[in-house]
């Protein structure tokens, strides 16, 4: 059996992460496994959502944080990387520059991705091959600037959009109420001739309490479950999410806002369970990068042939 290392970069919003996964390779099936997460919380979506620019302060630890990623990609010695970046970087009017900077300076290549390209990255972890077939469903992405939406009916994809829509815009108050509207109107556009949908959850608050519910992996969260969570949360601080409930700072004040998403999107779509497989953007990373490994391996392979 081979096996195969990756690396994914996520330069999200709210934190910047890592992910080194392994696969294991025979003759018929593949097996992967997250190796090691890091994650570093610079929150570079406070400085694109309100000044349209990322400070200097926060480029100057984005470089440090991509040089360090850099050596320990090296010290992994991984197959291959990607690194993306998401809302915050693709709003900042010197996300060009600073990409360019990481490039000269850590070696690092970034792709600022849009929102659709975002929703197909995540998709790619084949998220629809664990769905039945027979059932809709809507896939909800909530992150620090956006949210994605995918819905899903007969296991392909009918619709799918990216909404300025994030838990860093809603602490900000940059989120608006036509921004709902617009979202609501997708929403029940989408969905309205479906009587029973199911969701789909990602990103690192939904992950969290999914955690925090302490259901079997697997099962769902339903809409009811999810509501008094939230209320739950809301009774509690920053500092006493922090103290008593042992999250992170850049949790703490997150994930309410998170909550508030999830629910208006379960209730204007009329989902009553919401599945949490606890995948994201560096998941389908990982997964884009072994296809790629695949079909490269199989180049090389027919070129070999060729040349006997």
């Known amino acids: 059996m081979e096996l195969l290392r990756f690396a994914a970069i996520d330069i999200g919003s709210n934190a910047v992460r890592l992910l080194f996964s392994n696969i294991m390779e025979d003759a018929e099936e ?25 400070s200097q302060e926060n480029i100057e630890k984005l470089v440090n944080t991509m040089k ?31 990409v360019k900077r990481i490039a000269d300076e850590a070696g690092i290549k970034i792709k600022i991705v849009d929102g659709k390209k975002e929703a197909e990255i995540i998709y790619s972890t084949h998220i629809a091959e664990h769905m039945d077939r027979r059932k809709t469903y809507l896939y909800t992405d909530v992150g620090g600037g956006s949210t994605e939406l995918t819905f899903f009916s007969g ?24 921004d709902w509207k617009a979202m609501r109107h997708w929403i029940k556009e989408n969905t309205g001739q479906f009587s029973d949908i199911s969701g789909i959850g990602s990103g690192g608050n939904i992950n969290k309490i999914f955690k925090m519910s302490r259901k079997r992996e697997g099962a769902p969260l339903s809409y009811k479950e999810l509501w008094e ?28 806002p998170a909550a508030t998403i999830f629910l208006k999107i379960m209730k204007w779509s009329g989902m009553k369970n919401i599945y949490v497989p606890q995948i994201g953007l560096a998941d389908g990373i990982v997964h884009l990068l072994f296809q790629q490994y695949k079909k490269d391996k199989k180049k090389r392979k027919n070129l070999f042939l060729h040349a006997i």
Do not use: W
Not at 30 to 54: C, H, M, S, W
Not at 229 to 242: A, C, F, R, V, W
């Open 30 to 54: 593949q097996y992967l496994k997250k190796a090691e997460l890091l994650r570093v919380p610079l929150r570079l979506g406070a400085d694109a959502f309100t000044n349209k620019r990322i």
């Open 68 to 98: 360090a990623f850099r050596h320990l990609i090296d010290v992994f010695n991984v197959i291959d990387y990607r690194a993306c970046a998401t809302s915050a970087m693709r709003e900042a009017a010197n996300g060009p520059a600073i």
């Open 155 to 178: 296991g392909k994809i009918v619709n799918s959009y990216s909404f300025n829509i994030g838990t860093i815009r809603i602490l900000n108050d940059q989120v608006k109420e036509k």
């Open 229 to 256: 969570m939230h209320d739950n949360l809301s009774q509690y601080s920053s500092t006493e999410k922090i103290n008593e409930l042992g999250m992170r700072p850049d949790r703490a004040d997150v994930i309410v």
